[in-house]
């Protein structure tokens, strides 16, 4: 069976457990709800359950299709819709892949902008059939979290960190440089053919130009890399001054790190979804999906923390429905539909007659003429859209420094993870080890439990083959749903290297590291062999003449 009829074989015993009253709706009920709500608004005599209908649903027009909605507050125009049971995966899904196979939490709060029944256990119903999430899992590990550095504004403080892509090259690309700014988490991702400071700097003077200099710039690659990249920025910008952070400072660092993993977590499940290799090329779409999504840290999301709003990508994050938005073809159909929008022309006109009215008034923060009222409180404070939108802008950061305030106290304690035993036919995880997994490479690979040992010792194969040693309990984690069957399972003997080699959408590792303790300065070094520069994880950090 495929993912689809899994997620609804689990959630029709869900909802046929649920009362008449739950918030899932089938297609007959969804039907008779609006008809219910329509009869509610016509009786000039409403019983008290119309009341509690009219409470809890309206019905909206849009291009002559009823949509059932909650009742729009008066201070909040938002419309959010109710989804039909036999709609939910495919609503699921799309939104699952525009925010790069988000997990949790970015799910939650994507689905809360337009949808009002969809709840935190489909969304989880929905993640334990979602494959390329299960692959990309972190593994379960022991030990506290470092507290992160807290900075009061948006440009204080600036990471930059390097991706080493050699092992997977695209064309004359080889490295991935992300920059990301400390309080708002915003990143910048750009594709480096080398990773020499003066091709970094010239990508960094770029968004230092539309977004202003910080005063701090960290970077994990070392106090004279940095030193370095400052000197170029400075021979290109005589007026700039910044200074470099610690080398290695684990209390600022961390985040971009993470953003790191976070960033190749996106573009893998991008390269495997378009089907693509060309990892250059995907980078672009993988900053908007990190920039739109929900993060935990600072409980908004990046772009949302920049820019004080929701990203905006065309009719697809408006008010109207997926099915009326793929009938728009022109500006015509768009005007169309929404003058089709029951209950909304006369607020539209109404609130034109209101600007016409105010359109020569004050701002009382900047002392320029109003050309339209956006906001006017209790005490009649008349702003204009720039200084609103410039309230709204602060609003968010200072949110997204308390968020950061109350994320340090929490990341302080971590419990250690038990590990219950497995069962024969179980999903699991394998972490692949660094040097046997490429870069454009999920985490981990998915087996299942084909037999067990002496109660401890777990034989695991999939369909390229079974892996020749047993393995522990504490060497995988176990899936929350079974994703493979044991009648899949080859009965090949193959090594863990082998079947992440066939399993890689880019031919396998590639990857050298070496460990010399003389510079690497001959061929007896193996990335000077192999063409390729040293990286972080070659020689123990030890001096190198090949970087």
Not at 291 to 307: C, E, L, T, V
Request: aromatic share 8%.
């Amino acid at each position: 069976m495929s993912s689809k009829d899994d997620f609804y074989l689990c959630f029709n015993k869900l909802t046929a457990e649920k009362k008449q009253n739950s918030i899932y709706l089938s297609q007959k009920k969804y039907s008779e709800i609006i008809l219910e709500i329509k009869n509610a608004k016509s009786n000039k005599k409403k019983t008290s359950t119309d009341y509690r209908r009219l409470k809890r649903y309206d019905v909206i027009t849009i291009d002559g299709e009823d949509k059932l909605i909650y009742p729009i507050d008066g201070g909040d125009s938002t419309i959010y819709y109710y989804v039909q049971n036999e709609s939910m995966y495919d609503i699921l899904h799309e939104i699952h892949y525009n925010i790069g196979h988000g997990g949790k939490h970015r799910m939650i709060a994507e689905t809360k902008k337009k949808y009002k029944n969809i709840t935190q256990e489909i969304i989880l119903m929905y993640l334990k059939y979602c494959e390329p999430c299960q692959m990309k899992q972190k593994c379960k590990k022991k030990g506290l979290v470092t507290k992160p550095m807290i900075f009061s504004e948006m440009n204080s403080r600036a990471q930059v960190d390097l991706i080493d892509m050699q092992s997977q090259a695209d064309g004359e690309y080889r490295f991935i440089m992300v920059y990301q700014d400390h309080v708002t988490k915003f990143v910048q991702i750009r594709a480096l053919k080398t990773k020499r400071a003066e091709e970094v700097a010239k990508h960094i003077i770029d968004i230092f130009c539309i977004f202003g200099a910080p005063i701090i710039l960290q970077s994990d690659n070392g106090r004279e890399f940095v030193n370095q990249i400052i000197t170029d920025l400075k021979c290109m910008w005589n007026n700039l001054k910044i200074v470099h952070g610690k080398p290695r400072h684990s209390q600022s660092q961390g985040s971009v790190e993470r953003a790191n993993q976070d960033i190749q977590n996106i573009l893998t499940t991008w390269m495997q979804t378009n089907n693509s290799k060309s990892w250059s090329e995907g980078l672009r779409f993988v900053q908007l999906m990190k920039n739109r999504a929900f993060h935990s840290g600072i409980k908004r999301s990046p772009y949302q923390a920049m820019f004080g709003s929701d990203i905006k990508i065309g009719l697809s994050t408006s008010i109207l429905p997926p099915e009326i938005i793929n009938k728009i073809s022109s500006e015509e159909d768009l005007e169309n539909v929404l003058q089709n929008i029951g209950g909304k022309s006369e607020e539209s006109n109404s609130a034109d007659a209101n600007q016409d009215e105010e359109i020569h008034k004050i701002c009382e923060s900047c002392g320029n003429n109003i050309q339209a009222i956006l906001n006017e409180d209790d005490n009649q404070r008349r702003i204009c859209n720039l200084c609103a939108k410039e309230g709204m802008v602060k609003s968010q950061r200072d949110l997204s420094i308390k968020a950061l305030q109350h994320q340090a106290e929490k990341m302080k304690f971590r419990s250690i993870n038990k590990f219950p035993p497995a069962s024969i036919g179980d999903t699991v995880r394998v972490a692949i080890p660094d040097v046997d997994r490429g870069r454009g490479d999920p985490r981990n690979i998915l087996f299942a439990v084909v037999s067990i040992k002496d109660g401890e010792y777990y034989e695991l194969g999939n369909k390229e083959g079974t892996i020749e040693q047993h393995y522990s309990r504490s060497q995988f984690d176990v899936c929350p749903e079974p994703l493979i069957t044991v009648n899949e399972v080859s009965n090949t003997k193959k090594s863990l290297r082998e079947i992440a080699k066939n399993m890689s959408l880019l031919g396998g590792q590639g990857y050298q590291r070496c460990a010399c303790k003389s510079n690497c300065k001959t061929n007896k070094c193996k990335c000077k062999a192999s063409g390729i520069l040293c990286n972080s994880k070659c020689h123990q950090s030890l001096p190198c003449l090949n970087k």
